[in-house]
């Protein structure tokens, strides 16, 4: 199964970039032994409308142009579900195993999703109630990802 990680905004060079490149070489090292491939980030242009509402659907429009109909589409959001890495990495699993070919990560501009992504995701997730930089999202998201590889393999890099 492809794994990708759509993402509004670009990621300038820095600590933030370095700690994320760390996470997803990662994953992808310990997904090639799981069937799992990790692709380069696709990194969307932040939409230029005037209103937060014009940007939103212009990010939709360009954020869904680049994803398979039938990926599976999880949805970064403030409005969505807290899950554990456990239940993540289950997830990911569940969604290999019925031979998906396609989980889609997707972070959204700083206005947050038009809800045309809300509608076609499969899924909403938030790292918790607080907001955090793109940045830090993007780190965490990769980390996860990696975390989750780790869990389906049985590797001891998630301790409890």
Same mark, same amino acid.
């Given at each position: 199964?492809?794994?990708?990680l759509? *993402?509004?905004?670009r990621? +300038?060079?820095?600590?933030? &970039?370095? %700690?994320?490149? @760390? !996470?997803f070489?990662r *994953? @992808?090292? #310990?997904g090639?032994?799981?069937? $799992? #491939?990790? =692709?380069?980030?696709?990194?969307h242009?932040?939409?230029?409308?005037?209103?937060?509402?014009? &940007?939103k659907?212009?990010?939709? &429009?360009?954020? =869904?142009?680049?994803?398979?109909? +039938?990926? !599976?589409? =999880?949805? %970064?959001?403030e &409005? /969505?579900?807290?899950i554990?890495?456990?239940?993540?990495?289950? =997830?990911?699993e +569940?969604?290999?195993?019925? /031979?998906?070919g396609?989980?889609? %990560? $997707?972070?959204? /501009?700083?206005?947050?999703?038009?809800?045309?992504?809300?509608?076609?995701?499969?899924? %909403?997730?938030?790292?918790? *109630?607080?907001?955090?930089?793109?940045? $830090? #999202?993007?780190? $965490? *998201?990769?980390?996860?990802? !990696?975390?989750?590889?780790?869990?389906v393999? /049985?590797?001891? !890099?998630?301790?409890?």
């Amino acid at each position: 199964m492809k794994i990708s990680l759509h *993402a509004v905004g670009r990621m +300038k060079k820095g600590p933030e &970039r370095d %700690l994320f490149d @760390r !996470y997803f070489d990662r *994953a @992808r090292a #310990v997904g090639k032994n799981l069937n $799992m #491939v990790v =692709l380069p980030v696709k990194e969307h242009a932040e939409g230029r409308g005037q209103r937060p509402l014009d &940007r939103k659907a212009q990010e939709a &429009r360009d954020l =869904l142009s680049h994803i398979d109909d +039938k990926a !599976y589409i =999880l949805a %970064l959001d403030e &409005r /969505g579900k807290s899950i554990s890495s456990s239940d993540f990495a289950k =997830l990911i699993e +569940k969604e290999r195993d019925c /031979g998906r070919g396609h989980f889609c %990560l $997707m972070i959204g /501009g700083a206005d947050g999703f038009d809800g045309l992504i809300r509608e076609r995701a499969d899924q %909403l997730i938030s790292f918790g *109630a607080m907001t955090w930089p793109h940045q $830090m #999202v993007r780190i $965490m *998201a990769a980390e996860q990802i !990696y975390r989750s590889f780790c869990i389906v393999s /049985g590797h001891p !890099y998630h301790k409890i």
